[in-house]
């Protein structure tokens, strides 16, 4: 299995974690960012996918 990634939003800072996913944001756990759809936006603040970083938690 590959090492999951979390990823943060620049705007607020609400993190995604692949190995959680968005469940709640029809997103499943496991989905890999690069799946996430490009329309997906923050469930916290509504920003786009690309305003979103991969960070080291």
Do not use: S
């Not at 974690?17 to 029809?26: K, N, V």
């Amino acid at each position: 299995m590959t090492e999951t990634k979390t990823w943060m939003c620049l705007i607020c800072g609400w993190i995604y974690d692949e190995a959680e996913g968005a469940p709640d944001h029809g997103i499943e756990p496991g989905t890999p960012w690069v799946q996430v759809p490009m329309n997906w936006t923050c469930p916290e603040c509504g920003a786009r996918k690309e305003d979103f970083e991969m960070v080291q938690i």
